[in-house]
């Protein structure tokens, strides 16, 4: 069974940055498209972004497009969110997840799931 554990997260100033990482085990990395999800207090679980299998297609949420990019390392099974210019209402807990199609991660629910890292954003 597929294994995905996120780092990275913590608390930031708005305005800041930060980088989150997800390491995926278990299962052949580079087969897979791989996405971010988030899910702030209150709210239901969404889509941020998605990589294609070999990393040649990306795609953005509205809300993060220009501020976050998505990126991965497959010989390190290893994909990327690098979140610029944070807003509090950027708040969340953020997921990593892996499916068949990165075009239609926002609305076919992933195969699998990692245990989400908190990103904490203050004013």
């Known amino acids: 069974q597929v294994q995905l554990v996120e780092s990275g997260g913590g608390l930031v100033q708005a305005g800041g940055s930060l980088r989150l990482s997800c390491v995926a085990s278990g299962g052949t990395f580079s087969n897979t498209a791989m996405g971010w999800f988030r899910q702030a207090p209150g709210k239901e679980r969404e889509f941020v972004a998605a990589i294609s299998r070999g990393g040649a297609q990306t795609y953005y949420a509205d809300s993060v497009k220009g501020r976050f990019t998505i990126s991965r390392d497959n010989a390190k099974n290893t994909v990327y969110l690098e979140m610029n210019s944070l807003k509090p209402e950027d708040t969340a807990v953020y997921f990593c997840?892996?499916?068949?199609?990165?075009?239609?991660?926002?609305?076919?629910?992933?195969?699998?799931w990692g245990q989400g890292t908190q990103v904490t954003v203050s004013s």
């Open positions: 997840a892996t499916g068949r199609l990165a075009h239609t991660m926002g609305t076919i629910p992933p195969d699998y």
